[in-house]
């Protein structure tokens, strides 16, 4: 029997056609969330894209569905967890798009540099104006690239092709990988002191939001130009505001906004300001990719092929998902752990499984280490399927090691990063098979349950220090859920590990960076 689709977004003919090939196909658009859980109960795959939000309740009366498929890259609009739950498969196209979402940087770019939609509205009202509208050459300029993935990158080869000098900042890519482009990998504050132009090719996540504020637009170069094609959220519009009507900022080029649809924003209103409407995806060639994509991705999963671009799960028999799946939380909290705590540009990863552990798949082990240490930059277009790809693509060294016995434990994982400016080493385990733990960080060791939200300090070990920090967390109506210390020596240097249930704002944890005996305080997601 042939599966049934259905088709809730538009999607390109190509796509459809492939899917008509092996599935009874039905497109049906702009149906609310209650006539789709009226409907979806006889269908086993569903195709979105931006326009329809799968939630729990379309997913509960799924009965049938065994897989979603979104024609784009983000997923926010799918309840992942809920199809997790439901033992629905997530699929994504996150490379169909590169080469659109890349031109229309640099579109926006030249039009940027050359006031092309100014002076075409002028000629347009009968104006022969060509004094107010002198432009500025991109040759011999330094473009500076936040974020060199594959947008980034091909962004970079372009930009290069007309001469431009391009300087990236991007932790997870590695120097090798930046040489063979020829850009000059660099840290994020020389980027905004030397770029001329700044283009933005970062996700939209807890550690990029506002990525670019007040207090990095004022470390730019006067009449520097600002590109975000990538995601909205990156920049704090109220600052890019200010800077733009008071000359800091010359220009900017504008594709994404914060809130979407994005009419009445004021930056609309300034003249240096060129905006579209979220169009970085938004051509033929694209939208006939990533529709085949996902349709020949569904079309391989009804035929027992195991779909390249799963969000949410593996491709492995479900025997061995069961065995090991205390193993691929303990290895993704460790990825995790790791990433949101790391400095310079990533070179190597080597993994080391001692007892219990060394005797599993480790393969597989690692994937869900790799997926959790790039989870936090790359959010949806990371999965068990590609993120040893995206890491080789990066020129990031990856290396394992089994070992029978593990110091102090039956069962221990211990990963070490390098990157240009330092090594760590974090180490997690399982007690009981089921309660994992991270025991220790670089030369520390502690119990900490790697879960909701942790201040991550590094500091003296002094008398008074522990109380002053919990006072002022208590002060904000902080409440700490549990505290694990490790420290080298008596008065040396120590760590502490605070599980706080609350959210905490970026002045909260500059205040706790200037208590005396504080070295550095990080917040980590786990």
């Known amino acids: 029997m042939k599966c049934n689709v259905l088709v809730s977004d538009a999607l390109a003919d190509a796509g459809i056609d492939v899917l008509r090939e092996s599935c009874n196909v039905t497109v049906k658009l702009g149906l609310t969330e209650a006539q789709i859980v009226k409907e979806i109960g006889k269908y ?84 022969w104006d060509r004094k107010t509208f002198v432009g500025t050459e991109v040759f011999h300029k330094t473009l500076g690239l936040l974020g060199l993935g594959k947008v980034g990158g091909v962004v970079a080869e372009r930009a290069m092709a007309m001469g431009m000098k391009v300087i990236a900042f991007d932790p997870f890519a590695s120097e090798e990988h ?44 006067k009449g520097v130009r600002i590109v975000n094609a990538a995601r909205g959220g990156l920049i704090d519009e109220d600052a890019l505001f200010k800077a733009l009507v008071s000359g800091k900022v010359a220009q900017a080029a504008l594709d994404v906004f914060e809130n979407e649809p994005a009419t009445d924003n004021p930056l609309l209103t300034l003249p240096n300001v060129i905006a579209t409407p979220h169009l970085g995806a938004s051509t033929m060639e694209a939208q006939v990719n990533v529709a085949v994509d996902v349709a020949r991705q569904i079309v391989d999963f009804f035929n027992g092929i195991p779909p390249k671009s799963a969000i949410n799960m593996p491709s492995v028999k479900p025997e061995i998902i069961a065995s090991h799946k205390p193993y691929f939380e303990l290895a993704e909290k460790i990825g995790l ?15 080391t499984y001692a007892g219990r552990s060394a005797g599993m798949e480790t393969e597989l082990i690692t994937r869900y280490l790799l997926v959790g240490f790039l989870r936090p930059t790359m959010q949806d277009s990371v999965n068990f399927v590609n993120a040893p ?47 994992i733990r991270i025991v220790m960080v670089d030369d520390y060791w502690m119990e ?51 599980t706080i249930d609350d959210d905490i704002s970026k002045e909260t944890i500059e205040a706790l960076s200037k208590i005396k005996g504080v070295a550095s305080v990080r917040l980590l997601t786990l």
């Open 44 to 127: 086993h795959g569903l195709v979105v894209r931006s326009g329809t939000r799968v939630t729990k309740k379309i997913i509960k009366a799924a009965r049938n569905l065994k897989i979603i498929a979104r024609a784009g890259v983000g997923v926010d609009n799918i309840d992942a967890a809920a199809a997790t739950d439901a033992g629905i498969v997530v699929i994504n196209s996150p490379r169909g798009n590169t080469l659109s979402a890349a031109e229309h940087a640099l579109s926006l770019m030249m039009a940027m540099v050359r006031n092309i939609p100014a002076a075409d509205r002028s000629l347009r009202q009968g104006q």
């Open 178 to 221: 930046a040489k063979r482009i020829g850009v000059g990998l660099v840290g994020f504050t020389t980027v905004l002191k030397q770029a001329d132009i700044i283009s933005l090719h970062m996700p939209h996540t807890r550690d990029t939001h506002h990525l670019i504020g007040a207090k990095e637009l004022r470390i730019m170069k």
């Open 337 to 351: 752990f790791h990433a949101q705590l790391l400095d310079g540009n990533i070179q190597s990863i080597h993994i």
């Open 389 to 435: 790809v995206l890491i080789s693509n990066r020129g990031v060294k990856l290396t394992e090691t089994t070992v029978e016995q593990a110091a102090k434990y039956k069962d221990l994982i211990t990963v070490k990063v390098v990157t240009s400016k330092r090594t760590r080493e974090v180490a997690g385990t399982l007690y009981d098979m089921d309660e």
């Open 448 to 498: 900490l349950v790697p879960q909701g939200h942790v201040l991550y300090v590094r500091h003296k070990d002094q008398p008074g220090l522990v109380g002053k920090v919990g006072t002022l967390l208590g002060d904000r109506n902080i409440n700490i859920a549990g505290m694990q210390v490790g420290r080298e020596n008596v008065r040396g240097r120590a760590i502490m590990c605070l």
